[in-house]
């Protein structure tokens, strides 16, 4: 599950601010649907809204604007007022990219998967037990990184020792 959070970040992060050093080799296989149908798109639709994928793409509008007002009023701070009700007045305008971003990653989600399993995965999040794992997910993975934090530094430490350790034996000293 924990994987399962992290892999949910890292495309949402890739998604949202393009990925970095992708590859030709990286690049996934053809689509499993490549022509969903809406039920198949709409399901997908509620998958990412059960996940948090649908609020995070909604924050990232107010988050720019929010980061825009405080950048510019830094120096220009008599204009703090005014540049707020322009990014107010612009704001929707902005908030439909953001549904059509959603509306795309629905679609590339339920391309992902047949019409079948994506209707399946949909049934799950929708049922008592997948509202209690959404529910449960964010406290289970804080605790988990208490277990996890602890182990990845020692881990980071002794592959470190062990590699000069090794590299010693030939004669390198890093």
């Known amino acids: ?5 992290t892999v949910r970040n890292l495309v949402l992060a890739a998604a949202l601010f393009g990925a970095v050093g992708a590859r030709a080799e990286d690049a996934p296989a053809a689509p499993a649907n490549p022509n969903p149908s809406p039920a198949a798109v709409a399901a997908a639709g509620d998958i990412l809204g059960a996940i948090g994928i649908k609020e995070r793409i909604a924050l990232v509008v107010p988050a720019m604007m929010t980061e825009l007002e405080r950048n510019v009023t830094t120096t220009r701070p ?33 391309m992902q998967m047949s019409d079948k399993e994506i209707l399946e995965v949909a049934a799950f999040y929708n049922s ?4 209690k794992f959404v529910a449960i997910e964010p406290a289970f993975l804080q605790k988990l990184s208490t277990i996890a934090d602890p182990w990845r530094q020692k881990l980071s430490t002794d592959i470190v020792t062990r590699a000069r350790q090794e590299m010693k034996k030939k004669g390198v000293d890093f």
């Open 128 to 131: 008592p037990t997948g509202k």
């Open 1 to 5: 599950m924990f994987a399962l959070r």
């Open 78 to 110: 008599e204009i703090k007022d005014s540049l707020r009700q322009t990014l107010q007045a612009i704001q929707p305008e902005f908030n439909k990219t953001a549904i059509d971003v959603f509306n795309q990653a629905a679609t590339l989600l339920a």
